[in-house]
């Protein structure tokens, strides 16, 4: 999948964060709610088989970008709220739409190739979505207070994960899914009060295939964005407010490390993506800016929007159109470069 400038880049990076944290960390294990299984099989997105098979190739961006606003995919809601976790899956984007009511009440969008939007799963109480090996869509749903799974032909629900030392969690955000089928999530409190009951801290976790749920980290102050290298072998998580991060965690053996800041000083960071080449995509909410790193924290590029940004991924036909979404808008940028497999 990548260069040897790249595998070089990835190598260094693991070498220096090995040094500093150290591969001791330890981490409590609690198995998880059985995963049921759900009769209908989605084909999986053929852009992710494409990406996973091909050789990455392209340029990465440089300088200031220009978000376009896709009109057709404004809000129709009333009241306030978001669109969050974008995932492209065969020929669509998808997307949660969740407002500020009680409970938050949230439905998956379904951006069509046509054009046109549609409401593919109503009520689905869901933030951030990922797709998985099989193409079923992963979904933070805080309305559960746990990670879903949901047939996004069908609707389907089934249950991931759902509870960490005998208690749900806060209110699951956003979800990268390894090639292994290794789910790991954040789980910040923005809307823990859609139903009872929550963590004591907001944390990072790790599901495991066989269903154990570990803690990665729990001193990320409302640990937001997750993503992974194109190699699988770091993960990427934002986090920390108005004093925000992007931590980088080497991946050993499968098991995340002890995890060093690469990038420090951003602004209430949320969502994030990668491409092929390990340039890392993060969003800052209120400030409205799309920030481009280097896979060693170096700015390449950066875009600005017209309403605040929660998450961003890369889709379209040639995988190189990356979507936003915000405040009940999408945006895209179309770019020269394919996203991560993950």
């Keep these: ?9 990835i190598s260094c990076l693991m070498a220096s ?12 294990e609690e198995a998880a709610a059985p995963v049921a299984q759900v009769e209908a099989k989605p084909q999986a997105s053929a852009a992710a088989e494409a990406a996973s098979t091909a050789t990455c190739s392209g340029t990465a961006p440089s300088g200031e970008m220009t978000p376009v606003r896709i009109d057709a995919a ?24 969740f407002t500020f009511g009680n ?7 379904k951006l069509n190739a046509d054009g046109t939007v549609t409401t593919a799963i109503d009520d689905s109480g869901s933030n951030g979505l990922a797709v998985d090996n099989s193409g079923f869509l992963i979904a933070g749903t805080h309305k559960y207070k746990s990670l879903s799974r949901y047939n996004p032909d069908t609707g389907e629900r089934s249950s991931v994960a759902e509870q960490y030392n ?29 139903a009872p009951g929550g963590q004591e801290k907001t944390g990072v976790y790790r599901v495991a295939p066989d269903g154990v749920v570990t803690l990665v980290d ?4 409302n640990p937001n964005g997750i993503a992974l290298s194109p190699a699988g072998n770091v993960l990427y998580v934002t986090g920390g ?15 995340p490390q002890a995890g060093t800041d690469l990038v420090t000083g951003l602004v209430i960071p949320d969502g994030m993506a990668v491409d092929c080449l390990g340039n890392i995509y993060v969003t800052e909410h209120v400030e409205r800016k799309l920030r481009v790193y280097d896979p060693q924290g170096q700015q390449l590029a950066q875009a600005s929007t017209d ?11 040639d995988g190189k159109t990356l979507f936003l979404t915000g405040a009940g808008a999408v945006w895209k940028i179309d770019l020269a470069i394919t996203g991560s497999p993950y």
């Design 74 to 97: 404004n809000t129709t809601r009333t009241e306030a709220g978001l669109f969050e976790g974008p995932v492209w899956i065969k020929d669509s984007l998808y997307f949660s739409d």
């Design 241 to 255: 407010g108005e004093q925000g991060v992007l931590r980088a965690y080497p991946i050993v053996d499968g098991v």
């Design 218 to 221: 729990d001193t990320i102050t």
């Design 1 to 9: 999948m990548n260069t040897k400038k790249h595998h070089l880049m």
């Design 166 to 194: 005998g208690n749900v969690f806060n209110s699951p955000n956003d979800i990268v899914v390894a090639k292994d089928g290794t789910i790991y999530f954040t789980d910040p409190g923005f809307q823990r009060d859609a």
């Design 103 to 109: 409970g938050f009440p949230s439905r998956i969008q």
């Design 17 to 28: 964060l090995l040094s500093v944290a150290g591969c001791d960390q330890k981490q409590k």
């Design 307 to 317: 309403a605040n940004l929660t998450n961003v991924a890369f889709g379209g036909m």
